[in-house]
Protein backbone atom coordinates (compact mmCIF):
# COMPACT_ATOMS: atom_id res chain seq x y z
CA UNK A 1 0.00 0.00 0.00
CA UNK A 2 1.30 3.71 -0.33
CA UNK A 3 -0.03 6.75 1.10
CA UNK A 4 -2.44 8.75 -0.45
CA UNK A 5 -2.67 12.51 -0.60
CA UNK A 6 -4.52 14.59 2.23
CA UNK A 7 -7.80 13.91 2.64
CA UNK A 8 -8.60 13.82 6.22
CA UNK A 9 -11.61 15.60 8.26
CA UNK A 10 -10.90 15.62 11.48
CA UNK A 11 -8.01 17.13 13.15
CA UNK A 12 -5.45 15.00 14.36
CA UNK A 13 -3.12 14.95 17.19
CA UNK A 14 0.35 13.18 18.20
CA UNK A 15 0.07 10.58 20.77
CA UNK A 16 2.69 7.95 21.78
CA UNK A 17 0.28 5.20 23.46
CA UNK A 18 0.89 1.40 23.80
CA UNK A 19 -1.45 -0.55 21.30
CA UNK A 20 -2.49 -4.06 20.27
CA UNK A 21 -3.35 -5.10 17.13
CA UNK A 22 -5.83 -8.11 16.87
CA UNK A 23 -6.29 -10.11 14.08
CA UNK A 24 -7.81 -14.19 13.66
CA UNK A 25 -4.19 -15.19 14.32
CA UNK A 26 -2.18 -13.53 17.06
CA UNK A 27 -1.69 -10.36 18.70
CA UNK A 28 0.67 -7.97 17.66
CA UNK A 29 2.13 -5.12 19.89
CA UNK A 30 1.62 -1.57 18.19
CA UNK A 31 2.53 2.05 19.18
CA UNK A 32 -0.28 4.98 18.20
CA UNK A 33 2.00 7.46 16.70
CA UNK A 34 -1.10 9.98 16.17
CA UNK A 35 -4.75 9.85 16.40
CA UNK A 36 -8.26 11.53 15.74
CA UNK A 37 -11.73 10.96 16.03
CA UNK A 38 -11.98 8.85 12.26
CA UNK A 39 -9.03 6.94 12.13
CA UNK A 40 -4.61 6.52 13.71
CA UNK A 41 -1.40 6.36 12.08
CA UNK A 42 0.35 3.44 13.97
CA UNK A 43 3.99 1.81 14.37
CA UNK A 44 4.08 -2.07 14.18
CA UNK A 45 6.29 -4.91 13.79
CA UNK A 46 4.27 -6.81 11.39
CA UNK A 47 1.06 -4.99 9.06
CA UNK A 48 -2.29 -6.55 9.05
CA UNK A 49 -3.79 -7.82 5.89
CA UNK A 50 -4.27 -5.33 3.53
CA UNK A 51 -7.72 -4.29 3.42
CA UNK A 52 -8.90 -6.38 6.29
CA UNK A 53 -10.91 -5.10 8.99
CA UNK A 54 -8.96 -5.60 12.36
CA UNK A 55 -9.58 -5.02 16.00
CA UNK A 56 -7.50 -2.69 17.39
CA UNK A 57 -6.70 -2.14 21.63
CA UNK A 58 -5.43 1.26 22.28
CA UNK A 59 -4.27 2.43 26.01
CA UNK A 60 -4.29 5.90 26.45
CA UNK A 61 -2.34 7.43 29.71
CA UNK A 62 -4.43 7.51 32.66
CA UNK A 63 -8.44 6.21 30.91
CA UNK A 64 -9.54 2.87 29.76
CA UNK A 65 -8.23 1.06 26.99
CA UNK A 66 -9.81 2.10 23.62
CA UNK A 67 -11.39 -0.79 21.75
CA UNK A 68 -12.06 -0.38 17.98
CA UNK A 69 -12.58 -2.31 14.67
CA UNK A 70 -10.07 -0.57 11.71
CA UNK A 71 -9.50 -1.21 7.94
CA UNK A 72 -5.98 0.05 6.74
CA UNK A 73 -5.68 2.30 4.55
CA UNK A 74 -1.88 2.82 3.96
CA UNK A 75 1.29 1.57 4.81
CA UNK A 76 4.98 2.39 4.16
CA UNK A 77 8.30 0.67 5.94
CA UNK A 78 9.89 3.43 8.41
CA UNK A 79 13.59 4.43 8.33
CA UNK A 80 12.97 6.41 11.58
CA UNK A 81 15.48 6.75 14.58
CA UNK A 82 12.62 8.02 16.64
CA UNK A 83 11.18 4.15 16.77
CA UNK A 84 12.39 0.79 16.46
CA UNK A 85 8.94 -0.19 14.47
CA UNK A 86 9.73 -1.08 10.84
CA UNK A 87 6.56 -0.14 9.56
CA UNK A 88 3.63 2.83 9.82
CA UNK A 89 0.71 2.50 8.88
CA UNK A 90 -2.94 4.58 8.92
CA UNK A 91 -6.32 3.02 9.59
CA UNK A 92 -9.89 3.87 9.16
CA UNK A 93 -12.25 3.47 12.53
CA UNK A 94 -14.74 1.26 11.13
CA UNK A 95 -16.46 1.21 14.54
CA UNK A 96 -15.89 3.11 17.78
CA UNK A 97 -17.90 3.74 20.67
CA UNK A 98 -19.69 6.85 21.06
CA UNK A 99 -17.85 7.39 24.34
CA UNK A 100 -14.66 6.97 22.80
CA UNK A 101 -15.58 9.51 19.57
CA UNK A 102 -15.92 11.94 22.40
CA UNK A 103 -12.98 11.59 24.08
CA UNK A 104 -10.72 11.79 21.49
CA UNK A 105 -12.53 14.82 19.96
CA UNK A 106 -11.76 16.63 23.13
CA UNK A 107 -8.09 15.34 22.95
CA UNK A 108 -7.54 17.09 19.46
CA UNK A 109 -9.19 20.23 20.49
CA UNK A 110 -6.92 20.63 23.33
CA UNK A 111 -3.98 23.31 22.46
CA UNK A 112 -0.75 21.22 22.30
Do not use: H
Not at 1 to 26: D, H, N, Y
Not at 85 to 103: A, C, R, T
Amino acid sequence: MTRPRERRQFLRTGAKWPATIIPSSRPTPAEIASISQAGASIYCQQLPPPGQDFRLEIRPPNRQSIIVTARPIWSIETASSETSYPFLFGVLFEYISEEDIQFLGDLVAEPE
